[in-house]
Structure formats: C-alpha cells, structure tokens
Nanobody
Framework: VQLQASGGGLVQAGGSLRLSCAAS????????MGWFRQAPGKEREFVAAISRKSDTTYFGNSVKGRFAISRDNAKNTVALQMNSLKLEDTAVYYC???????????????????WGQGTQVTVSS
C-alpha cells in the first residue's frame, strides 16, 4: 500500500494540529495503521496505532491523553489529531501500514512494511 502523509506545519506550544495519511493500492481495510515520529538526532519512535476495524487504539506514553488516532476505511485515510502540543513533539511524522496477518508488537518499526514520506511538525514557544 502506498501512503501519503500531510498536514504538518508550524504551531505554537499548546496548540493543535491534525495530520492525515492517504492510502492507495491494496485493500486499506487489511492493514492496521500506525504513526511514528523522528526528531533530529533521535531514533524513530512509536506514536499511535489503530486496528483495521478501529476497535483498538494504542498510544506512546509521551502522547497519551493529548493525541487521538482515527481512520476512515471508506476514504482510505488515517488521521492523527494532536492537541496540547509541546516543544518535544517537534519531529517528522510518518504514517505506516502493518498487514493484519502480522502478529508482532504494534509499536515495533519492523512490523510495518509500508511507510509514507513523512510530514514535518514544528512546535514553537
């Protein structure tokens, strides 16, 4: 599946931003979806994930209670709503797809075969 992330930008601390990821190609409904981020000089880290039927969501500890993830299988999109943004949320954000047959941990990068190109989120003071 091909992924295209969008919605990044510059936002002040405490503000909100909504990222979107559009999928094309194979059946979107066969994929659990995730968001990861990578700050300069740091490793890529897990942010959030959602099951293919939207019945289960997961969040990284640093974003719990501030971020929400959702998907629309009819439109082949997944969104990441980011609220109460902090300076440390600054990073390139990536959406990724994990086929539902994979049984590994949802927060492991290696479980995701397809990745979008990334969108920059910059939080300023």
């Amino acid at each position: 599946v091909q992924l295209q992330a969008s919605g990044g930008g510059l936002v002040q601390a405490g503000g909100s931003l909504r990222l979107s990821c559009a999928a094309s190609g194979e059946s979107f409904g066969d994929y659990n979806m995730g968001w990861f981020r990578q700050a300069p000089g740091k490793e890529r880290e897990f942010v959030a994930a959602i099951s293919r039927k939207s019945d289960t969501t997961y969040f990284g500890n640093s974003v719990k209670g501030r971020f929400a993830i959702s998907r629309d299988n009819a439109k082949n999109t997944v969104a990441l709503q980011m609220n109460s943004l902090k300076l440390e949320d600054t990073a390139v954000y990536y959406c990724a797809a994990r086929h539902y047959r994979r049984r590994g941990d949802y927060d492991r990068l290696s479980e995701y075969a397809d990745w979008g190109q990334g969108t920059q989120v910059t939080v300023s003071s």
